[in-house]
């Protein structure tokens, strides 16, 4: 029989050749004009979003930072990571020119052929720190996700100028550079605010010893209803600053109920997550919430999440400061490589990677 728009792959290892072994992603079947879904990419009904589980009225807080020095920005910051686990900040020292570079290399980098995508695949990168892929970590996945990513890990410019891909590599770099001051300043608030006052290069490292940056394109999707962009999940990192476009689709799990609340795009501003590390470290006083994308059928959506995590080689757990005054921890210590690795080793699961670290 000859192929149909609705099936036009002989069989699953042939998308799966197309999608993943040449490289073309979700964004070469969103471009084939499909007129329905391929049965891979299909959710079981309960990862699927129900609109009725969508709480249009709340909100996540949106946090100026014009004053980065006033104790009430402190507070709300503070109070947001521990009720919410998410925030969005506007007026914060990234410039707004950086923002869009980086978007408009996002769209670069996806713009390319897929052979030359490719080169950053798995299984033909030079190096691990520098992935192109799709969909989370397919050979685990029951089903897939409409998502193709480029992810950067950040080890040193000479790396960068030597690994990464030129589409893309300066406006990360400096968008990589510009965000760190923020990361610093939101960081600080969050010790004081579990009254850690110092910050010494142990717990430095711990806290942002590592950052990756991903580029998350999303492509227009036939039956999004069907399918996610990204699974319930919680990031494994310390603090998440991401960058999304106009475009919408970010949802955020509310107080661990049924309820879903809508992040939405608001121009040059950040939002900001808390993930595993940091509730570990803070001994669960701030929370990592789950959160998902869902797909959309008229749009391509981009993102671009700097993860900004504890060294692979540290060892973390609740911090000593927290515990010495007798509180009880409820994590252990874990090698945050080990962690990372168990989050990878399976599908999109809501909040269970954190399991691995509880006493
Ligand atoms: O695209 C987004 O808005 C969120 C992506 C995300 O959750 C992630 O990459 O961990
Ligand atoms: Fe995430």
Redesign the pocket.
Known sequence: MAPTRAEPFSDSSALIDFVINQGNGVKGLSEMGLNALPRQYIQPLEERMCMINIKAQESIPIIDMSNPDDPEVAKLICEAASKWGFFQIINHDVPIEVLENVKDATYKFFGLPAEVKNKYSKEHSSSNNVRFGTSFTPQAEKALEW?D?LSLFYVSEEEASALWPLACREQVLDYMRKSEVVIKQLLKMLMKGLNVNEIDETKESRLMGSMRT?L?Y?PKCPNPELTV??GR?S?VSTL?I?L?DEIG??FVRENNGDNWIH?PPIKGSL?INVGDALQIMSNGKYKSVE???VANGYNN?I?V?I?VNPRPSDMIGPLPELIKDGEKPIYKQVLYSDYVKHFFRKGHDGKKTIEFAEL
């Open positions: 998502k990513y991903n998350n999303y962009g990204v999940h990031d998440t991401l999304q689709g970010l992040v939002v959160h998902r994308v959506r993102s999440p993860f």
